[in-house]
Structure formats: structure tokens, C-alpha cells
């Protein structure tokens, strides 16, 4: 895996081929979401994506993708065949633009925040590729149920 001269990966795995990005998101971060939907996106993280990106559902969380991973995902959601395409078109049709106001806050949906049991308190996350928006306490039984040992066999399997 190639780096730019700020440590970003050019080139990382995803499903079976790579996929060449000029961006690594990364990091956790704590907001709140006000009862309108609007939250603070963070700054890193915008500097990474863009003022306008698209959020759609995930694993019990939302998942938020750059314009050009977006279209990176919906090629791979095009191969899906049988049963997961009725799954493919439900994570599109949940799928919403969002921008950037003059404070850096995104409106999230109110089907969206109930999908993801989104209160008062979230957690952002980078993920490689893409960001999650994570209701703080589902996120930390996320995090606590990853056992140190899943932890070090990963670590384990990359020589550096």
C-alpha cells in the first residue's frame, strides 16, 4: 500500500480488487444531535469528504460515504444477486445527500435517526473508506464487545 506525503493510503483492498482513494478516514468523535436532526460533523473528517457527502443505513449505525465511494459502493451493490438485492435497494432508497452548513452541521433525517436509535449523544467514526454515525451507547457496546483477542489476531496478521 502506497502513502501520500501526509501518511494517506492511495491504495487499500476492499472486497475482492483494490480500490485506489486519496483519502484515509479515521479517528472517534463525540457530538450531539439537536431534536431538529443537526449535528456537527467533524472538521477531519469534512476535510477528508467534502461539504457534501451521502449517508445512508448501516449496521446498527448510519454509514456516510464521499460522492466517489458512493459510486464505488452502488458498483459493488450492483453485483449482488438473489435475496441481498432486496437488501442492496433498501440501503439506496434510504440513501440522502447532505451538505454542510455555514456552522459545519449536517440535518440527518428523522427515518434515519430512528433507524439507528440516534438521541442526544453520537459518536463519529472513520472506517477506512467511509465514516459511521453511531448513537454513543450503541457504540460503546460495539466497541467493548470486541474481545482482545480478535484484536491481537488482526494486529498479529500485518508485519510491520
Known sequence: MAADRDGNAEKILFGEGAVMLNMTLKGTYTHSIDAKGRMAFPQKLRDKLGSAFIVTIGKSCLNVYSPDEWD?????????????????????????????????????????????????????????????????????????????????????????
Do not use: M, P
Open 72 to 160: 464505488r459502493y452502488c458498483d459493488e451493490l450492483r453485483t449482488l444477486s438473489g435475496g441481498k438485492t432486496a437488501a442492496a435497494k433498501l440501503i439506496v432508497n434510504r440513501a440522502i445527500d447532505v451538505e454542510t452548513d455555514s456552522q459545519g452541521r449536517v440535518l440527518i433525517t428523522k427515518e434515519l435517526r430512528e433507524y439507528a436509535g440516534l438521541s442526544k449523544d453520537v459518536t463519529v467514526v472513520g472506517v477506512i473508506n467511509h465514516a459511521e454515525i453511531w448513537d454513543s451507547s450503541r457504540y460503546n457496546e460495539f466497541a467493548e464487545s470486541v474481545s482482545e483477542t480478535d484484536l491481537a489476531d488482526v494486529l498479529d496478521s500485518f508485519a510491520f
